[in-house]
């Protein structure tokens, strides 16, 4: 079965930085695209950062700047670094893998928590 496990989330002091990871099995990771969500509570998931099959990478403006998304294909892991980190960064950070727009090949993992916070 598809299994997405997202780590590196915790506490950090603003303006810090913070590399979040995500590792997939059970699917061919190579043909994913891949991509971060976050959300706060009681607020609607927003995207963060996607990165396609082939590496090409795409940011929110929210984050534009201060974020990195890369992929290592022959780990099966995709990583967030966030850097000049704010309070409004705080959230549950969800990493996601979909193959060719298919709702049928769309997975989440379980996330991981961001706090902001001094």
């Known amino acids: 079965q598809v299994q997405i496990v997202e780590s590196g989330g915790g506490l950090v002091q603003p303006g810090g930085s913070l590399t979040l990871s995500c590792t997939a099995s059970?699917?061919?990771?190579?043909?994913?695209?891949m991509a971060w969500y976050r959300q706060r509570p009681g607020e609607e998931r927003e995207f963060v950062a996607h990165?396609?099959?082939?590496?090409?990478?795409t940011y929110a403006d929210s984050v534009r700047g201060r974020s990195f998304i890369s992929r290592d294909n022959a780990k099966n892991t995709v990583t967030l670094q966030m850097s000049s980190l704010k309070p409004e960064d705080s959230a549950v950070y969800y990493c996601?893998?979909?193959?060719?727009?298919?709702?049928?090949?769309?997975?989440w993992g379980q996330g991981t928590q961001v706090i902001v916070s001094s």
């Open positions: 059970g699917l061919i990771f190579k043909v994913y695209n």
């Open positions: 996601n893998a979909n193959a060719g727009g298919l709702a049928e090949l769309n997975f």
């Open positions: 990165i396609t099959a082939t590496a090409d990478p």
